[in-house]
């Protein structure tokens, strides 16, 4: 019997992995009314699924993407199962080119986006661009009452 070890070659070889955890669910809009006034405040959330990482948020108001100075940031939520929740808010002063059609309907849409771009560091090797987006939407009637 020997002690020494056997003489063999091994390989070994490391990589790193992304991780991606899509949200389960779409995201959800809250502080929305069914029907706003001219004048009125609208004020409502939009709250991403948990995922990982945190999706990016965004508003449209009637198709279009709203502007910076109406939204709110909030910090991310991190769960303690490494899962993260972002939280995006919408606030501007209803005015009449918010209301679309003789109806004055108001639409608003919050879109939950992930991309994750996926590189090899070697020559030749292709990028992998992995995306998940989710829509809801919500509508509203309006009133120039």
């Known amino acids: 019997m020997s002690a020494e070890a056997p003489l063999f070659n091994t390989v070994a070889q490391t990589k790193i992995l992304g991780v991606l955890a899509l949200p389960q669910s779409p995201p959800l809009l809250s ?33 279009k993407k709203a502007s910076s100075t109406h939204l709110t940031s909030y910090p991310t939520i991190r769960h303690k199962s490494g899962l993260q929740t972002a939280i995006l ?15 004055l309907d108001i639409e608003l849409v919050c879109i939950s986006t992930m991309m994750e771009e996926i590189a ?26």
């Open 31 to 63: 502080g929305t009314r069914n029907a706003y006034h001219l004048a009125q405040q609208v004020r409502a959330n939009c709250t991403s699924g948990s995922s990982y990482p945190a999706p990016t948020l965004d508003w449209m108001v009637n198709g």
């Open 89 to 103: 808010g919408l606030q501007f002063t209803l005015s009449r080119h918010h209301m679309v059609g003789q109806s």
């Open 120 to 145: 090899s560091t070697r020559k030749g090797k292709r990028t992998e661009v992995v995306r998940h987006r989710e829509v809801t939407k919500q509508r509203a009637k309006g009133s120039t009452l």
